[in-house]
């Protein structure tokens, strides 16, 4: 297979984004299906990517969803398209795949039928020395874990689990709610210290602003980072949040989440 040059994070995202997005075409199940692929374009399939021609790594991520008619096929990169209802998509999802794939130097193509399913192809350049062996990240990248507790309140039952098990791995103590008023019950509840909340801003009910503001007062020690499905200059614009909050970036990477939360756990 050869190898390319990119940010593992945002590789991370891109699948997370393209994963979520295929779970969300087939309410009733279905297939998910990742592949990759080592793809040489020609002069006629670089043109149609608007590519140089040359060698690339292809990933696709199929679905056998709902599909989408020509119309939404027009318009899924665009910054804040979404046909989901109000207050479940933000829109942002494949602008962000997008975004990402352009800055890696690749390119992205949809293929989508109403009833058939939707397909994603991810051009992304070869790098050179392909028969080189991998590469170690660098210490930066590889995330330190932790013993200390963590309050996780997420709405989304998916997102939640996910963040359980991604901190779990790394040796955190996990607590879980599913709104913010439960995360207050569980913290009245809980005899131990509470070192890190990690909350969603908006949850049905309470904000994750005002959930803070409650724990803080009886647990003024405990660390808060916020998760937000917006880009941080907007949350910020928005006054949801003033500037200096730890924000998290949904949907996030394994290694983002250890990240912050550790780098927040030490006060950095
Ligand atoms: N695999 C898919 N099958 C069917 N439709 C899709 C698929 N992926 C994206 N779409 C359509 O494209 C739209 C935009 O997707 P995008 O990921 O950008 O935003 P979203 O999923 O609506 O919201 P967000 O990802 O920000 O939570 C979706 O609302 C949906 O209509
Ligand atoms: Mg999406």
């Known amino acids: 297979m050869k190898q390319i040059k990119a940010d593992p994070g945002q590789i991370e995202q891109v699948l997370m984004n393209l994963a979520v997005n295929a779970r969300d075409a087939m309410p ?43 119309a939404t096929l027009a318009h899924v990169f665009e910054p804040f398209f979404t046909t989901k209802p109000m207050g479940k998509g933000t829109g942002l999802g494949l602008a962000t795949v997008y975004g990402i794939v352009k ?10 039928e109403v009833g058939c399913g939707t397909a994603f192809r991810i051009y992304l350049p070869a ?10 990240p660098a210490a930066a990248q590889r995330p330190e874990g932790g013993t200390e507790t ?13 963040a359980n098990i991604f901190l779990s791995g790394y040796g955190y103590k996990v607590l879980e709610a599913a709104s913010a008023e439960q995360a207050i019950e569980v913290a009245d509840n809980f005899k131990g210290a509470i ?5 969603d801003v908006i949850m049905p009910g309470m904000s994750g602003r005002q959930l803070a503001e409650s ?26 949040l003033e500037p200096g909050v730890k924000l998290l970036q949904k949907p996030f990477g394994r290694v983002d989440l250890a990240m912050k939360v550790r780098s927040t756990l030490d006060g950095k």
């Open 150 to 162: 963590v309050l996780i309140a997420e709405d989304e039952p998916d997102l939640r689990d996910l």
């Open 195 to 199: 070192d890190l909340l990690l909350t």
């Open 103 to 112: 800055q890696s130097g690749g390119s992205i193509q949809v293929e989508s």
């Open 127 to 136: 790098a050179e020395g392909t028969t080189g062996k991998r590469r170690e």
């Open 28 to 70: 009733h199940g279905g297939k998910l299906v990742m592949e990759t692929s080592n793809v040489e374009a020609g002069a006629e399939l670089a043109r149609g990517l608007d590519l140089a021609r040359g060698q690339y790594a292809m990933l696709a991520v199929r679905d056998s969803g709902h599909g989408m008619d020509a």
């Open 215 to 240: 724990i803080l007062q009886k647990r003024p020690q405990t660390k808060v980072v916020y998760m937000t499905g917006y880009t941080d200059d907007m949350v910020i614009q928005h006054k949801v």
